[in-house]
């Protein structure tokens, strides 16, 4: 291939919240700079529009008053909720946690990798170049597409670090909630490839089907009157006493509650404090987005826990992280494998009707952002 | 002291909760078996009536509807919570968590400690005598009264169990709510003594005065119109990331709040997801018996968990625990002195207008029971 040797402008996509309470999307171009000794310039070919990313966007504003206004796409942000957003006000915040793309220049330490596709880590992957530190990126496997490799970081180092996070705690057995999403179907095949038994709870029976044809063994589906049922029936089958939730509400607290009640099931003797077996719920995600509601339906071992892939890097350390790269690397093609439906560019990413769609975050409908598109 | 060898009957308080759906309190006679070779027998000459044991006693039962009848006293209990009681329908419990008295019989292997005054461990210490392993009782110093010794157990060990918590944690300073109660002002001599900062979190001006009269550094009253930015002010001055909660309700999710407000503000970089300092609120009682209710304020570098003494034995080792006993028996008449001012006999404990005023669990009203009045 042919490396450009020419200074470099960059087209990148904005997010800032105001102190006036809007929220404004806007594209910038801007230098690229020259890659430091252990930096390479990738020119970004893909990036998923991931939860995380809506949520970087979008924060707390008010998506039914978003208008393309002048080159800019605002919204309104509630007053209320702008203390909480104090650190990022009036500062525009790259936008993009992931991306795959070629490395177009690289730094003296780190010129091997000149001309390789790579997945690299963001913020600010929605833009055309990026800066990254070389140690940093994912080398891709040879004839992996930019599409392949533009998820091939967070979901996968996700999936991957909910198994590690279950080894340190000293587990056997997981609960996944949202257990259809790419993540979710990621975590089936990974958990069927290390025999470990999962159990997926999903919302709809068309989501319970999807799994089913994974090859999911348990599927307990929120929707349907008999959930507890199901859901003691596979805790009870499982034995396990940890979930991994993305929604947050109500859900921590059913999970607790169906733990506890097979724990109690399993004691000899009564005790008013309940199971003596600790359960931990880990919430990583905030689909709904109200207040975590936990009855006192849980005995007293019981924890329930943010839970962040770079928590868990920082807890498993280096080596651990560098292994889950390497697996990443070696099964991308199966068990890590991504799917999209809709390719957008960067003019589109802020687009009232396109924004409409893709922050619906629906399960099925994922979307990715070609920034030369 | 005169050891009585003949055959011995002990009076006790049962509990029972039916599954027609009533709670009955009684008193029943039992012999009271030989002790076995390391075992002791105590005559129970003084109990407190602690949280705990208000509810092993009553559970989830309607206290309006409590009655005298027949020797016992029933209440109701709604049938909607009978399953979260199984494993103790129409099984009698033994009530009382602790208490002190002086050991009449020791088995072969325990003879030292015949005469001596001792605090032990439940179930069962609101009788009149009960048996237990001799290495599971505190021999108490010389010159301690029973009442003196009746409570040196649970809440002494406690507040030294939240310490020892703290050090396993990693943390440096805590947050207490509750803080009047007996077990906070003994948290509140211990963290004075110890050098280590302690947030003292009360809901009346009156239990603020009294704390402030115990030389407590930092006081917040829940019922102020400005709780929200005394608890700012004392977090910041505290650096502190760990709280102990004996409320649930919404306060876990407020000590979350303001501990990543703190947080934020100490952070150079804007980050969508918080502090990245890690924040721990244990649970370790329910004076709000309703759902814990967490508003997603919090980052994610949280974590809300149960907590109970016997869970923190577990974790520190046997050798922790001996010497927080013996730190126990050291400081009894100064950091750990407890305070009663209502004593009752066994009969008195199931009468309904005693079990009204018991009930409340009103902070600065504690009761005593003596089995032989």
Redesign the interface.
Known sequence: MTIDTGPLTSLQLQSEMTSGGTLELSLVEAPVPDPGDDELVVRIEAAPVNP?DI??MF?AADLTTLTANGGKTVATVPPAVLP?F???LD?P?AVGSEGAGTVVRAGANAQALLGRRVAIFGPGTYAQYRVTRADACLVLPDGVTAAQGAAALINPLTALGMIETMRLDGHGALIHTAAASNLGQMLNRLCLAEGIPLINIVRSAAQAELLLGQGAVHICNSSDADFVAQLDAAVTATDVRLAFDAI?GEMP?RLLAAMEVAG?RR?A?????GS?EPKQVYV?G?LD????????????????????LF?LVQRAGPDVFKRMRQRVADDLGTIFASSFDTTIGLADAIRPDVIHAYAQRATGRKFLLDPWR
Chains 1, 2 share one sequence.
């Open positions: 995380t949520g970087l924060a909480r104090a650190g990022r500062r915040l947050g607290g109690v004691m003797d009564y005790s008013h404090y003596t990583y905030a987005p109200g207040p975590i509601v936990t009855p006192r339906a849980m005995g007293m071992a019981w924890s329930i826990s943010g839970w962040l928590q």
